[in-house]
């Protein structure tokens, strides 16, 4: 099934409370959870990695600083914090040095990526080519893909992009619902990231962050499990 990475964000900001947070969700069957770059004092984030680790999980810093002097420093931070993987970021030139000799596995996005909150621009070509061009160098793991920020037939991009990347495709951004769940498994999508929608209780209306968090991995489940059925 489609791995599913908890971000301890909201808005492309890493949430105040994400110590609490973390602790109300941290021993639920949980493998992967992340955090950004922006919101909370690196220090807080290194303690708070180290207890993940401690705990079995594998920790992301998704980076979304919006110059490449500021996606550096987040690459360090990343290399300081000792998480387990980077996503995002576009400037693998600058930021592959840095990651040399480092366990860290790196999944930038591919595509134009405007703003804070990001949006993906570029047509399927475009977006399907630079997923191409960037994991064709070494030291880039996979990519980060804006998929639910992008004006067009998502499913027809992410397909183009599993199909052209030379290793793991990320959805993230913007997932909010079972068939979303659906879509990205189907076509291929190693891993989904959800957010703001477990603080905004969009998954489980009036349930507990905990609730959300059941919720996005016994769906997960259960598309894997469909489409064993169907092969």
Known sequence: MAEFIFMLTKDDTTVADCVEVYEEVRNST???IGFKDIGVPIPVLTQLAERMHED???VVLEIVSTDAEAELRSV????????DMLMGGTNPD???????GSAIRYCPFPGRIVGHPSVLEGSIDEI????RELTGREGVDGVDLLAYRWQGPVPDLISAVVNAAQGPVIVAGTVTTAEQIRVLTRRGAWAFTIGGAVFDR????RGSIRDQIVWALDTAADVRAVLDAER
């Open 30 to 32: 949980l493998q992967w």
């Open 56 to 58: 079995g999980l594998r």
């Open 76 to 83: 360090e931070a990343g290399l300081t914090i000792g998480v």
């Open 128 to 131: 399907a080519g630079s997923a």
């Open 94 to 100: 600058r930021a592959l040095p840095l990651l040399r």
């Open 202 to 205: 969009l998954l489980v209306p």
